[in-house]
C-alpha cells in the first residue's frame, strides 16, 4: 500500500498526520507516547518517537509512506490540538 501522509513542522518540531484507523491497524495505539497529539480525524506522531514506531510498523506490513511536508516559520497550529490519549 503507498501512503502520502502530510508531515507538518515547524522551527523546532515535526509530526506526521497519520488517520486514527492506520494507527489502528497497526496495533500501535497504546504504544503512542503524550508527545504526540490528535483531533477527531488525526493522530499527529512526533518525529523522535513515534514516527519511527509508526514507519518501522507499517515498513514491516509492507506500506510505502511518503511525506508532503507542511512547514510554517511559527509555532505549528498542531501544538494546540488535544495530546494524544489512547
Known sequence: MKLNLNFYCDPSHGWLGVPH???QDLGISSDISNYSYRDENFAYLE???DL???MDK????GWNIAF???HTNNDSP???KLRYKC
Open 78 to 80: 498542531i501544538r494546540n
Open 58 to 61: 507499517a515498513k514491516a506490513k
Open 47 to 49: 518525529e523522535d518517537c
Open 68 to 70: 508532503i511536508e507542511k
Open 52 to 54: 519511527s514506531l509508526f
Open 21 to 23: 484507523n492506520l494507527v
